[in-house]
């Protein structure tokens, strides 16, 4: 079969020809008809992950049809269309994932290829407003949204909610979910256009936080936060902790900007905040993720769909940050 395969440390990825994987018995095989780029196929092209191996087939979030079935998989699934759980192995505890915790995509063959393999446990239906490539936007970041916000976070209709660095494609599903629940969202950027594209999907407003003033600016925009929705970390976290209400949570899921720094204690617990990591998700995350996804019609952001001879202008596109939500790649061979 083709795929895509990364060969070493900051190679591009390469069509190849490899071995068709061969299925276990309570294992999948699905023809995938489109994939998607996460933040993290970028940080192993880039040897920025842990665990890092290859040749490695990248890819998390995928959709398509199931080809063949294990032995002891039920046969209904045979030529369903689906979309993969990629959160394998999380363990009997919602609270936190087992050590045995992985994601499709490293260090399993991920779903930029031909074929993908997997637990017949990790399938879901397509949801069946969506295509294949509107369906492969979904899984990581529509997952990852979903657990930081709601399991997480405990979002309520009606709260005012912070979505920082909108341009993500985790932070874009925040966005969506949070608006269908009823908040009055705000986002910053660091592209004014995207900061207009989020007020289309529904922000009430947002920052620049390319701007010496966006913290003082949001203040005057909207107060404070209840929920605050952040994957930079780094130096800007403390301005989350001065923007968010007495009693806010904020939730984060990524370091993009690197370690937080100058974090004040007495400003954390004078305002009785909770500050809540999260990851991925379990597969009850998922299937409520599903059932919002399909209950409230949402139409996941696509920035666009790339041919899978053009995968590595759409890493590039990821690398400077130029995308407004997920980057597609249509699987047709
Ligand atoms: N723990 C998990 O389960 C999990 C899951 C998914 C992702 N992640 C992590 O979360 C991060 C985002 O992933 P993604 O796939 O959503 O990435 P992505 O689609 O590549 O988006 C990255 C976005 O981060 C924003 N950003 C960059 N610097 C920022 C800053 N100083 N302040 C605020 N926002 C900033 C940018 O928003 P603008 O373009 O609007 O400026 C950029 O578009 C990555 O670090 C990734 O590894 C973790």
């Known amino acids: 079969m083709k795929a895509l395969v990364l060969n070493g440390l900051k190679e591009p990825l390469t069509i190849s020809e490899v071995d068709k994987p061969v299925l276990k018995e309570d294992e999948v095989l699905v ?13 192993i092209q880039e040897g920025l992950y842990a665990g890092i191996k290859y040749p490695i087939i990248l890819g998390s979030d995928g959709a398509g049809i199931v080809a063949e079935t294990g032995s002891s998989v039920d046969k209904k699934w045979l030529n369903q269309e689906v979309i993969i759980n990629p959160s394998f192995n999380w363990g009997n505890n919602d609270k936190a994932q087992s050590k045995d915790f992985r994601i499709l995509g490293l260090p399993d063959n991920g779903t930029l290829g031909e074929y993908a393999l997997c637990k017949a446990e ?46 993500g494609g985790v932070a874009l599903f925040a966005l969506q979910y949070a608006v269908a629940e009823g908040c009055e969202v705000y986002v910053t950027s660091s592209s004014d256009e995207k900061i207009e594209k989020a007020k289309f999907l529904g922000a009430y407003g947002g920052v620049n936080y390319k701007t010496t003033s966006w913290v003082d600016d949001l203040k005057a925009m909207a107060g404070g936060f209840d929920v605050i929705v952040d994957s930079a970390a780094g130096e800007g976290f403390k301005n989350l902790v ?72 759409a890493l590039d596109r990821m690398r400077k940050s130029e995308q407004f939500g997920k980057i597609v790649i249509k699987v047709d061979l």
Do not use: C
């Not at 023809?31 to 940080?43: E, G, L, P, S, V």
């Not at 993009?256 to 909770?274: A, H, S, V, Y």
């Open 31 to 43: 023809k995938i008809k489109a994939a998607a780029f996460n933040h993290r196929d970028k940080w």
């Open 122 to 167: 990790y399938l879901y239906k397509k949801p069946e407003h969506l295509s294949f490539e509107e369906s492969a936007a979904i899984p990581l970041a529509g997952l990852t949204a979903y657990r930081a916000l709601f399991t997480r976070a405990a979002t309520q209709p009606r709260e005012k909610v912070l979505i920082n660095g909108i341009g």
């Open 242 to 313: 001065e923007l968010a209400n007495p009693g806010g949570r904020i939730v984060f899921y990524g370091a993009t900007t690197g370690t937080i720094k100058e974090l004040d204690p007495r400003r954390i617990f004078w305002k009785q905040l909770n500050i809540l990591g999260s990851t991925m998700g379990t597969q009850k995350d998922f299937e409520q993720m599903l059932s919002f996804i399909d209950q409230h019609k949402l139409l996941p952001v696509i920035d666009k769909v790339f041919a899978f001879n053009e995968a590595n202008e």
